[in-house]
């Protein structure tokens, strides 16, 4: 096999989700920085798995007994709440906090399995949040929860697609990023100026993760490996995710693929990046044989002059 993070894609039965095992022995991250740490989940271009990522990179934390509070930023196409199952209970949103309907705490919804993990949607759906809110909506809402009793230990924040007003919004707290990618070219000449423009916005932290990848295509060189979307952004790896016919299925349920009992593939990868989130670690693409690897095709990199 030509493309192989080792620890993303074992040869035999990975232990189970809670084991220690793969991760030395340890059973709980060591905590970064000062709480609450505000990170925005993004991509640039629809579709790449962003708000998978975003609920599962939650679902991990709580998991983990670190508090989260996840974010639907989307003011008027939100689905972070199908993918944590919690569609039937948000009845209340940021909006209506901002416009003096209801307070902070009302509008967090709590996790019926996961109790450190909470939902707060930006609006209703197919609504859009008052021009007078502003690109502000968000830092106000960041600031209430540090102020907050016990404030969560992450926001995290899942972003529209696009690089409109809503990405506008949607990163104006955030302190971290990260960038979501599949390993195609539209969608990295997306990521590449998403990055720009992060870094722009005084965002320095910001990592990647290459989702969907198919191995016995990057050894094919039909599909770009880890290693070339990592030279081609120049930012850290937060993880690799493989292509994983659960995911479907873990939407549709409306439970984090984390949660899945044996753990998937891709629920072990996104487990695996919480970690390094967590630790502000970063991991490296490692290559079974150097000289398996395929030979770059020209095209990749003519997008980026490279």
């Known amino acids: ?34 709480t609450p740490r505000v990170v925005v989940v993004t991509s640039g271009k629809g579709g790449v798995g962003k708000t998978t990522t975003t609920a599962n990179l939650a679902a991990s934390l709580a998991r983990l007994s670190l508090s989260a509070v996840a974010v639907d930023a989307d003011a008027g196409l939100r689905n972070l709440d199908l993918l944590l199952g919690l569609e039937n209970r948000v009845h209340l949103t940021a909006a209506d906090v901002l416009a ?39 830092t106000w809402v960041a600031d209430a929860l540090r102020r907050a009793a016990n404030p969560p230990a992450f926001i995290l924040i899942d972003c529209p697609a ?6 506008v919004t949607a990163i104006a707290p955030a302190e971290e990023a990260v960038l979501v990618t599949t390993p195609d070219i539209t969608a990295l000449r997306d990521a590449d100026r998403v990055a720009g423009l992060l870094e722009c916005d005084g965002i320095k932290d910001i990592k990647i993760i290459v989702n969907r990848v198919r191995p016995d295509l990057v050894k094919g060189e039909d599909m770009m490996s880890a290693l070339d979307v990592q030279e081609m952004l120049g930012l850290p790896l ?69």
């Open 1 to 34: 096999m030509a493309f192989a993070p080792r620890l993303l894609l074992p040869s035999r039965c990975p232990p189970p989700a809670s084991s220690p095992a793969r991760h030395g022995g340890r059973t709980a991250p060591e905590l970064s920085g000062p």
């Open 100 to 138: 003096g309907d209801c307070r902070l705490d009302q509008a967090l919804v709590r996790h019926r399995a996961l109790h450190d993990l909470q939902l707060l949607c930006l609006s209703k759906p197919r609504s859009k949040l008052p021009l007078a809110f502003g690109s502000k909506t968000l």
């Open 162 to 167: 696009g690089v409109d007003a809503g990405f």
């Open 238 to 306: 937060l993880g690799v995710v493989p292509e994983d016919a659960e995911v479907i299925r873990s939407t549709n349920r409306g439970v984090p693929l984390v949660l899945n009992d044996p753990p998937t593939p891709a629920g072990l990868a996104l487990e695996q990046a919480t970690w390094r989130l967590v630790e502000r670690d970063a991991m490296t693409a490692v290559m079974v044989e150097e000289q398996e690897r395929p030979k770059k095709k020209a095209g990749f990199f003519s997008f980026f002059g490279g």
